[in-house]
């Protein structure tokens, strides 16, 4: 995700984003028949809209200094990256400092302004008391026209952006099936798992062996697989200047993920396409996030 905001402002790319909305639109068609069926059960991510704006921007600012999102660097770590194990040890920290450390009375503070007193779990489709289905199809339909009306009738060879949507589109409908059965109803997420890794490695936490800690620790073996795979794995190293900067962005990125109640997987590929409005949210001010620290350094 932070690459692909990225390259959408400096090069006005819009290669990354395609297989983005993409990924969005297959969920956006599943999951509504995978209800029905009675195959998924949802859990619409907490809408805290202070939160998901003030969390959204330093999460996306964050993406900068750490070198890529919560996923982004569990993903560089099994490609070799020592930056990335150091952004992953301050992310986890950020996490759960922020969670059930020193920051919660803050977190606590910040996700209570402009929530009713509670967790709003909104949903366009709650807004007007309709059916998720009623209006993610017609949003994934209206997607799927925008997104191909301008493809060439012979697409480029290998692995372009309809394979990159198509493929994360139904990697996210299957976590949502295999998280369902395991009794836990919601599709990818990260933080939780970085939670339970923690627990686990401090605590001996056996319970902490969890569906979101298998789902992170394939991240890194995914891309270990897939960059072995190129014969580009290798071991980087990193300055004493640098290794701050990772840590300080790592810890950013779990604080401001808590705040929102999510990052870019959890908001940005797993509650949009449920159309819930704290995941929209976060995502928008993400972005901006973002941008703004690509402004900066330029």
Sequence with gaps: MNSGFRNLLVR???????AYFLAIAVQMLMLPLLQLLGIVKFTVPAFYPLGAALGGFLFGLAMNWGGGCAGG??????????GAFVAIIGLILGYAATESGALKPLRTFIQSIGSDGGVVTMTIASL???PLWWMSVPFAAVLLFFLLKN????????????????GVGAIGTIAWVASSLSGRFFGMAVMPGNKDALELLTI??????SWDFF????????????VSRNGQFSWSNISGTAIWKLAAGGFVLGASASLAGGCTVGHG???????????????????????AGVKRKT
């Design 128 to 130: 007007f008391n309709l």
């Design 73 to 82: 660097v569990w993903y560089k770590l099994g490609g070799g990256s020592i």
């Design 269 to 291: 590929l797993t509650g949009i396409p449920l159309l819930s409005l704290g995941s929209i949210a976060f995502t928008i001010f993400a972005m901006l996030g973002a941008w």
């Design 151 to 166: 493809s060439p009738t012979n697409p480029e060879k290998g692995w372009n952006w309809r394979k990159t949507g198509l």
């Design 204 to 209: 001996g936490k056996l319970s902490a062996l």
């Design 12 to 18: 006005r790319d819009t290669t990354r984003f395609k």
């Design 215 to 226: 789902f992170v620790l394939g991240i890194p073996v995914g891309g270990y697989l897939s």
